[in-house]
C-alpha cells in the first residue's frame, strides 16, 4: 500500500543532507543524487529534493500493514524538523 506523497519546505542542502545521515544511522543507505528511491526493513519509498525550491517530497510506496500513512507522514515531518526544515 502506498501514501500520498509528502512535501516539505525550507530544505537546503544542509537539511537534506542531515536526513541523510540521520538514515544512514538506522542502517538506510540513500543513493547518492537528489532524486531515486529508498527501500528498508520492508518500506520502500522515493525522494526528490529541489535545491533551487528549497523542497523535498517524499512518498511511501510500499509499507508494511502494520504502520500507518499518518504515522510515517509524523515520523518523517519531525526528522525534517530536527534537521532544520519544515518549517
Do not use: N, Q, W
Amino acid at each position: 500500500m502506498s501514501c500520498p506523497a509528502e512535501s516539505y519546505p525550507d530544505v537546503t542542502r544542509e537539511v537534506y543532507d542531515c536526513l541523510k545521515r540521520r538514515l544512514a544511522g538506522y542502517g538506510i543507505t540513500v543513493p547518492p543524487g537528489d532524486s531515486g528511491t529508498v527501500s528498508s526493513h520492508g518500506f520502500s519509498g522515493t525522494f526528490d529534493f529541489d535545491e533551487g525550491a528549497s523542497t523535498l517530497t517524499l512518498t511511501m510506496t510500499k509499507k508494511p500493514d502494520f504502520a500507518s500513512c499518518a504515522e510515517i507522514a509524523r515520523t518523517l515531518g519531525g526528522a525534517v524538523r530536527a534537521c532544520g526544515g519544515g518549517s
